[in-house]
């Protein structure tokens, strides 16, 4: 016979008396008032109190306490995913009328979901620049946002923070980065004046694989606002299990992100020796030092790179003759993984898009680098054999 008296007791003895040192997963949808003046007082916001998950659940704000204070922000939103993070912040800030500029190669889902506003009334404009005052010339009267990625996550390009933030401030212009490259210990540019950062925390910061999940950092007013329609009506929330095992990655992002810098130092050396490498994208190679001295405090380890001329015939033995890179969509894990560019159809895309055929992406993971190089090495002997 199940003692229901017991079960309860000991789930409030699990909560008060075990001093766990990692944090609680509080997994669940609702929380309880303690009587009616209570629930009166937290309806009429003389009291706060968590009361069900899709606003707030302590597992969740344990880690958007942190990320927040990694990023030199206010406060924070986390959500079931970055797209979530994304789509959330763009709803929450712009309406009818508006114009969002978006700079270089921005995630490939957030760009289709800007332009898909069109059937709202928000026009857009996305742009490919060299340098950071270009951007400048395709702001409009009506441009709402100005949103990019620095670096990006496909070319790396990287633009000045202050000077955005400075020319959008001027002009009631809303600055989101998407920092996920980067993460909040190797970039912050609430602190050179951007106004919004979001992370795809399905990335670094999760860390091994497991979770999907998005935040968004920025000062009280902005995540107020993205709160109240974002998160509470679009209703992506994180849930508490994932929220828990991302804070379990964010333990480790230090000592992940410093072995895997010096991984993808050396597999950069390597590429930029071989006779099969036509262009390496990453910070570190094509990107001014005074940008990257400004804003970088270290550098991710993911990085394209451009097979000499290349064929359909030789990205395939180049992906399949990989046996230390698993072929897969995401980053940030413990695996290394390789994503080529072409999917077997997609030229004109491609073409649009400013990419070469031959364009690979390649994620540093934490195996031993000599591993990896050395992989790489055989799978060029046979694309090129
Ligand atoms: N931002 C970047 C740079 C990404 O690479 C991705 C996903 O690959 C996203 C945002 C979207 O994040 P999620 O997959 O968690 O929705």
Redesign the pocket.
Same mark, same amino acid.
């Given at each position: 016979m199940l003692d229901q008296e017991n079960i309860c007791l000991s789930v409030e003895k699990t909560q008060r008396e075990y001093k766990s040192v990692a944090p609680e997963i509080v997994q669940t949808s609702s929380f309880q008032f303690d009587d009616f003046q209570h629930y009166v007082d937290v309806n009429m916001n003389k009291k706060s109190a968590y009361t069900y998950t899709r606003g707030e659940n302590p597992t969740l704000t344990i880690l958007e306490e942190k990320l927040a204070q990694l990023e030199k922000g206010e406060c924070a939103k986390v959500f079931a @995913?970055?797209?979530?993070? #994304?789509s959330a912040t763009i709803l929450s800030l712009v309406q009818q009328k508006d114009h969002i500029v978006i700079v270089n190669t $921005? !995630?490939g @889902? /957030?760009v289709k979901f800007i332009q898909n506003l069109e059937r709202f009334g928000v026009e857009s404009t996305k742009i490919d620049v060299s340098s950071t005052e270009d951007i400048f010339a395709f702001v409009k009267e009506n441009t709402k946002m100005i949103y990019f990625?620095s670096p @990006? @996550?496909q070319k790396f390009e990287m633009l000045d923070l202050e000077m955005i933030s400075q020319f959008a401030k001027q002009r009631n212009i809303i600055t989101v980065i998407?920092n /996920?490259?980067a993460t909040p210990l190797f970039q912050n540019p609430l602190v050179h004046g951007i106004d919004i950062v #979001?992370? &795809?925390? &399905?990335?670094y910061i999760g860390g091994h694989s497991d979770l $999907?999940?998005?935040i968004v950092i920025s000062n009280q007013k902005y995540i107020h606002e993205i709160n109240e329609f974002g998160q509470i009506f679009l209703g992506a929330t994180m849930s508490p299990m994932n929220a828990w095992l991302a804070l379990r990655g964010l333990r480790t992002l230090p000592v992940r992100l410093k072995s895997q810098e010096q991984s993808v130092k050396q597999v950069i050396q390597f590429l930029q020796q071989s006779p099969y490498v036509k262009k390496i994208y990453h910070p570190m190679v094509h990107t001014s030092t005074d940008l990257t001295d400004k804003y970088l405090k270290g550098y991710g380890s993911l990085l394209s790179f451009v097979l000499k001329d290349a064929t359909p015939d030789v990205i395939e033995r180049f992906v399949d003759s990989l046996k230390h890179f698993t072929l897969a !969509?995401?980053?940030g894990g413990f695996e290394s993984l390789v994503m080529p560019v072409w999917k077997g159809s997609n030229e004109e895309e491609l073409k649009k898009r400013g990419l070469d055929i031959g364009h690979i992406r390649m994620y540093i993971g934490l195996e031993e680098v000599e591993l990896l190089i050395e992989d790489l090495q055989n799978a060029f002997n046979h694309a090129y054999q």
């Open positions: @995913s970055g797209m979530g993070a #994304i $921005v !995630y @889902s /957030t990625e @990006s @996550s998407d /996920t490259w #979001i992370h &795809s925390c &399905s990335k $999907v999940g998005g !969509y995401s980053w």
